[in-house]
């Protein structure tokens, strides 16, 4: 069967630009026994792909030039020669890597395939009680320990993760402070989701002072998603004892030098800080727990989701790239 | 009665100089009921001493100019009016600030002294059973976890927290490296201290290759009391699920700007590495288990230990401007 596939066409130097994609034909093989061909319905973009481009190692091996993009993925059975799923099925991959390839259309061993409740909104999967949704919980209450009266604040707040930390902090009885990009994202964190404060990064040239303002006990949890000057600036707020969950630095992913900035080592020592780097994957063992807590806030009306859904399957570098210049409000979600 | 003391002249920029010290005559007043009058013996030089030089925010009070310097210290009773103490007791303060002031005698209400045992060399108070010791104890088993096999690395090795980590390590069934100033240090760690490999950073024009070589299977721990460019090298090498307890930052001590280096959160992050500040007063209600299990190893010959002892009270300045200086091998104390 003919299909497309989307290709790494070439590593990227700094900021990816569309020259980095290919779309390119290619032929599906016939299914053999115990296979199954899928359909994508939605595909996840998240910023932890702009490390896959390099090649460099880390947790995920880097996508290979002249290879497909992978990313999250829901899908739907199109043709089956496996009892285990029929035509229609709703799945998401569970192979040893959890991942779709950008094609139209894909074949997998029934083993690596896992079907999904299709009366939750498929998207969900990809966000609040997906990836973004779990790294929230585990970095949040894994490695920040809140206690009721703290504040807690998120950079990258109005991004897939930031939000769902937010509200995580607030069920906890915490102080919650966003900081985001520009006055519309700001308002949604405060009016939406619930923030008790939140900080437009584009509109304050004084992150310092505006950040004394929305913490007027310091801050105790930082969960950082962006890194570089935002970061920065937060952490000299940073109270003795403040944790530090490490979850991105989106920030930096463009950088080809190493990125300087002030050196945090001093300050971490003479306020006792912690900062720990953490992927979602060192959680594995626990997904179902934090599975479970976040289906149970989400029936109790505690937590609110907010989705980007970009629309076609060529759209999905342009999707990707978007993520760099803070196109998205909550999970991006690109629908093909 | 008469005595000497050493203020604080006037706070340093940069690194401190002799200038920044001044001695003077004082009087001590009549001895009161409850009160008890002490000639110090020993005193304890430390490089976060450095930190109370500043007007800065941090763990401790910063040194008034005007003031006496004070430092930990061993002293002898001279003068008691109180039933707790008789002249000759050997006594260390255990006041609210656990410090003597740099004078030639001084007095303190009984409450805020405690007797020590004289069997016991009196500097091993400072140094290996006193704060060094149980900062390399806490530091290395709570926050570096620290499982047989591992590499253990410490930098500032040859210091008085430095080479009690690294026999720590060894007994635990670590790789102990150790990275020290100068070949005759590295000679002691290995050669007297049993570190498994030592690296002179003075001698080493590639610190990264030397790591490297001395680490073949990476860094698992990194107990780190320098900072600077020699963190920096080290970091590179860290293990995935790497611990980095942070002790002392000294080469970024005497910086008079926000030092500036790589920023370090990207591979934080990519490999899930934990990094803690701490001092040592976190661990006060825990004093007990690591001086009882340092004391267990001091018996059983499994550590030993080594101090640089200066001679006079005029001398105090000097010796603690020879900390940065690395003019010390293990714990500098200063009999007077």
């Not at 980007?308 to 210049?325: H, I, M, R």
Request: charged content about 20%.
């Amino acid at each position: 069967m003919k299909i497309k596939q989307i290709l790494l066409a070439a590593r990227p130097k700094g900021l990816p630009v569309a020259n980095n994609f290919e779309t390119v034909d290619a032929i599906l093989p016939e299914l053999e026994e115990g296979e199954v061909m899928v359909k994508p319905l939605y595909f996840s973009v998240d910023p932890y792909m702009r490390g896959r481009m390099n090649d460099a190692r880390s947790y995920i091996p880097p996508f290979q030039v002249g290879e497909p993009i992978e990313s999250g993925g829901v899908a739907e059975v199109t043709h089956s020669k496996s009892t285990q799923f029929k035509t229609g099925d709703k799945v998401m991959s569970s192979g040893p890597r959890p991942f779709l390839p950008w094609a139209t259309a894909a074949i997998f061993p029934a083993a690596h395939l896992r079907k999904i409740d299709d009366s939750i909104p498929l998207t969900y999967y990809l966000g609040l009680l997906g990836v973004p949704g779990l790294t929230a919980y585990f970095g949040l209450v894994d490695i920040g320990k809140p206690k009721a009266g703290e504040t807690v604040v998120v950079s990258g707040a109005a991004g897939a993760v930031g939000i769902v930390v937010g509200q995580i902090a607030r069920i906890l009885g915490c102080r919650a402070v966003g900081i985001a990009g520009g006055a519309e994202k700001v308002r949604l964190l405060t009016d939406t989701f619930n923030f008790d404060a939140a900080i437009d990064y584009k509109g304050n040239h004084n992150m310092e002072a505006a950040i004394a303002a929305a913490c007027p006990n310091g801050v105790d949890i930082y969960f950082d998603n962006v890194g570089g000057d935002i970061s920065d600036a937060v952490i000299k707020h940073l109270n003795f004892f403040a944790r530090v969950p490490l979850c991105g630095q989106i920030a930096l992913y463009n950088s080809i030098e190493i990125p300087v900035g002030p050196r945090i080592q001093p300050i971490m020592v003479t306020r006792s800080i912690l900062m720990q780097g953490f992927i979602i994957g060192n959680y594995a063992s626990r997904f179902g727990e934090g599975f479970k807590q976040l289906s149970e806030w989400v029936k109790e009306g505690k937590i609110k989701y907010t989705e980007t859904v970009e629309e076609g399957f060529d759209q999905l570098p342009a999707a990707l790239l978007g993520l760099f210049s803070g196109r998205n409000s909550g999970k991006m979600v690109v629908k093909v």
